[in-house]
T-cell receptor, first 111, second 114 residues
Framework: GQNIDQPTEMTATEGAIVQINCTYQTSGFNGLFWYQQHAGEAPTFLSYNVLDGLEEKGRFSSFLSRSKGYSYLLLKELQMKDSASYLC????????????FGTGTRLLVSP | DTAVSQTPKYLVTQMGNDKSIKCEQNLGHDTMYWYKQDSKKFLKIMFSYNNKELIINETVPNRFSPKSPDKAHLNLHINSLELGDSAVYFCASVLGGTGANVLTFGAGSRLTVL
């Protein structure tokens, strides 16, 4: 089976740093993705990890530990526009993409 | 210039009706998907087509029938709509479907069944 867990909601203030955790148990692993979804909009791609370690992309970084079934998304210098849901998704197998999504973490950034 | 476009964006209908949602992508991708996002924001895969061939078919009631006339289009037809079908349906596409290739999502079609 596939199980992907994230906190339901987090709050933070503008300018701060926030870490959104994701743990997964899937039948196979072939990559982990983070997507951002603003209310009423489509999910948009943020980051991709397939090997252990940290991937940095501007204010956003994503970390993966395959042995622990764990990833986090780190958002630095938070801005109001970062208020959104953050979806962790795992691709369980090789071959054609079948992304299995977690329930998402709603991040509220306050002034 | 929309990369993945879905129509309609909103759909309100009565139980028992039949409705369709259309999706088109102009990215040259060869793999397309339908995902359903429920009221709890859980995004779940329904179907996937690669070059018009069905490759993923999750446990979805057979009232849902996807159709891909060509690799740029994937439509979703739903028969005998039920209250539980109310959700946002997202179309997505990707090139190749492996590696770091990223799914591009459409803006979603919000279906409300009364």
């Amino acid at each position: 089976g596939q199980n992907i867990d994230q906190p339901t909601e987090m709050t933070a203030t503008e300018g701060a740093i926030v870490q959104i955790n994701c743990t997964y148990q899937t039948s196979g692993f072939n990559g982990l993705f983070w997507y951002q979804q603003h209310a009423g909009e489509a999910p948009t791609f943020l980051s991709y990890n397939v090997l252990d370690g940290l991937e940095e992309k501007g204010r956003f970084s994503s970390f993966l530990s395959r042995s622990k079934g764990y990833s986090y998304l780190l958002l630095k210098e938070l801005q109001m526009k970062d208020s959104a849901s953050y979806l962790c998704a795992v691709r369980p197998t090789t071959g054609f993409q079948k992304l299995v999504f977690g329930t998402g973490t709603r991040l509220l950034v306050s002034p | 210039d929309t990369a993945v476009s879905q129509t309609p964006k909103y759909l309100v209908t009565q139980m028992g009706n039949d409705k369709s949602i259309k999706c088109e992508q102009n990215l040259g991708h060869d793999t397309m998907y339908w995902y359903k996002q429920d009221s709890k924001k859980f995004l779940k895969i329904m179907f996937s087509y690669n070059n018009k061939e069905l490759i993923i078919n999750e446990t979805v009631p057979n009232r849902f029938s996807p159709k891909s006339p060509d690799k740029a289009h994937l439509n979703l037809h739903i028969n005998s709509l039920e209250l539980g079908d109310s959700a946002v349906y997202f179309c997505a596409s990707v090139l190749g479907g492996t590696g770091a290739n990223v799914l591009t999502f459409g803006a979603g079609s919000r279906l409300t069944v009364l």
